[in-house]
C-alpha cells in the first residue's frame, strides 16, 4: 500500500504565503528518492493541471503561472515534498494534489496521488 497525505492548505489572503507538505508512507519509503514529486491543482469547473514537479536529483520543474512564486522541495530523510508558496493570488486557489510519479523506476512502474489539500485565497 501506499500514501500520500497532504497538509497545509487553508484560507490565505492575497499576497500571503502558505506552505504545503505531502508525506508519503507505505511500499513507496524504500525507494521514495527515486520517485519525480510533483504538486498538481484543479480549480472549480477546470482540469487538473501541474503545479512543479522535483526529480530524484532535485531538479524542479513550475508551472509558467507559478514560477518565480512558488518552491518545490524535497526531503528524502523524512519521505516528504513540499510546496511553498508566496505571493498567493486569487487564481491559485484549488485543491492542491500531490503525485508520486514512480513509472521510470523498475519494478514500480506506477504512479500515486494524495487526496488533495484545498488552498483559498480571498480577501
Known amino acids: 500500500q501506499v500514501q500520500l497525505v497532504e497538509s497545509g492548505g487553508g484560507l490565505v489572503q492575497p499576497g500571503g504565503s502558505l506552505r504545503l507538505s505531502c508525506v508519503a508512507s507505505?511500499?513507496?519509503?524504500?525507494?521514495?528518492?527515486?520517485?519525480?514529486m510533483g504538486w498538481y491543482r484543479q480549480a472549480p469547473g477546470k482540469q487538473r493541471e501541474l503545479v512543479a514537479t522535483?526529480?530524484?536529483?532535485?531538479?524542479?520543474n513550475y508551472a509558467d503561472s507559478v514560477k518565480g512564486r512558488f518552491t518545490i522541495s524535497r526531503d528524502n530523510g523524512k519521505n516528504t515534498v513540499y510546496l511553498q508558496m508566496n505571493t498567493l493570488k486569487p487564481e491559485d486557489t484549488a485543491v492542491y494534489y500531490c503525485?508520486?510519479?514512480?513509472?521510470?523506476?523498475?519494478?514500480?512502474?506506477?504512479?500515486?496521488w494524495g487526496q488533495g489539500t484545498q488552498v483559498t485565497v480571498s480577501s
Open positions: 507505505g511500499m513507496i519509503s524504500k525507494r521514495f528518492n527515486e520517485y519525480v
Open positions: 503525485k508520486a510519479n514512480g513509472l521510470q523506476i523498475p519494478f514500480v512502474r506506477a504512479s500515486y
Open positions: 522535483i526529480t530524484s536529483g532535485d531538479s524542479p
